[in-house]
């Protein structure tokens, strides 16, 4: 399983970014996705999560009307659209499947607003 984040930088607040996750070593389409976040010194949490089916999802309170997830399996990628940032969404960001009971991590994508 591999998953290759890419999208994140250097953003105004207000502004937007649109990351990207590029999954392979598995049936993309078969498995549930989520975008974390992680600041340094403290816990990763979770920020979106999409179906399989890409029907249904979930957001965390802070992020909800700002983010969008959304996922493309014909190119076994999922997406975060981000929207109006804040300086609080300053993170790496980290694709996540569950595959076998395991989970499996990207690098991740940093992600800094500031002005």
């Known amino acids: 399983v591999q998953l290759v984040e890419s999208g994140g930088g250097l953003v105004q607040p207000g502004g937007s970014l649109r990351l990207s996750c590029v999954a392979s070593?598995?049936?993309?389409?078969?498995?549930?996705m989520r975008w974390y976040r992680q600041l340094p010194g403290k816990e990763r949490e979770l920020v979106a999560y999409i179906n399989s089916a890409g029907g249904s999802t979930l957001y965390t309170d802070s992020v909800k009307g700002r983010f969008t997830i959304s996922r493309d399996n014909a190119k076994a990628a999922v997406y975060l659209q981000m929207n109006s940032l804040k300086a609080e969404d300053t993170a790496v960001y980290y694709c996540?499947?569950?595959?076998?009971?395991?989970?499996?991590w990207g690098r991740g994508t940093q992600v800094t607003v500031s002005s």
């Open positions: 070593g598995f049936t993309f389409s078969n498995y549930n």
């Open positions: 996540n499947v569950v595959v076998g009971f395991r989970d499996y």
